[in-house]
């Protein structure tokens, strides 16, 4: 079975800082996709970022990129210039083609003002 | 554009009350649907999915059932709810490779 870990349950950043998130998954699979959502308060699951397993190059969305290792199978996510609309929690999550969804259990990340 | 709706989205019952949460979605045909749990300050727990009309499979053995009458249409159910059943209840739909999700529901089993 697949997993996903995210070893940080909570993190916090300044205002204008970068951080990093953290997950790493266990997939003996070659064909997969990777993927951050983001739930703030509100609790709505919004899609923040993709990422291939074939594709070599990291993906970027605005201020969101990560740091795809597919050996390591290690997926992380870098805010860049925190505002504080990234106050959320952030889960990781794992999919084999043509199968469900797994989740990591989340971190919640603090923007400071 | 697709959307998905969820209602209602809060909810209070009594225990041994019946349940019934309504997911629809728009703007796709055929799509795999989901339901997940989460409980508070939680990840998210895979209840059922569907990939058509009729076609449900179960993750986990549990108080609830799911059900698909039209193909954007996803129901899920109880007939005697347990105080375990709590917690926020997503719907989520999926297009090629990527997956969104509703707005949720928020259920609160007294």
């Known amino acids: 079975a697949q997993t996903v870990t995210q070893s940080q349950p909570e993190m916090s950043v300044q205002e204008a800082e970068t951080v990093t998130l953290s997950c790493t998954y266990d997939t003996s699979e070659n064909n997969y996709y990777l993927f951050w959502y983001k739930q703030p308060p509100s609790r709505q699951m919004i899609l923040v970022i993709r990422?291939?397993?074939?594709?070599?190059q990291n993906a970027t969305e605005n201020r969101f990129s990560v740091n795809f290792q597919k050996a390591a199978k290690s997926f992380s996510l870098k805010i860049s210039d925190s505002q504080l609309g990234d106050t959320a929690m952030y889960f990781c999550?794992?999919?084999?083609?043509?199968?469900?969804?797994?989740f990591g259990a989340g971190t919640r990340l603090t923007v400071k003002p | 554009s697709q959307t998905i709706h969820q209602w209602p989205a809060t909810l209070v019952q009594p225990v041994g009350s019946p349940l019934s949460l309504e997911c629809t979605v728009e703007g796709t045909s055929n799509p795999n649907l989901y339901w997940y749990r989460q409980a508070a300050g939680r990840g998210l727990q895979l209840l059922f999915y569907?990939?058509?009309?009729?076609?449900i499979s179960s993750e986990v053995p549990q108080n609830l059932s799911a059900s698909r009458p039209q193909d954007r249409q996803f129901i899920l159910s109880s007939k005697k709810l347990l105080l375990s059943d709590s917690g926020f209840y997503l719907c989520?739909?999926?297009?090629?490779?990527?997956?969104?999700f509703g707005p949720g529901t928020r259920l609160t089993v007294t």
């Open positions: 999550a794992f999919m084999k083609v043509n199968n469900d969804m797994r």
């Open positions: 569907s990939v058509g009309i009729g076609q």
């Open positions: 990422q291939e397993a074939y594709k070599q």
């Open positions: 989520a739909f999926r297009v090629t490779y990527e997956q969104y």
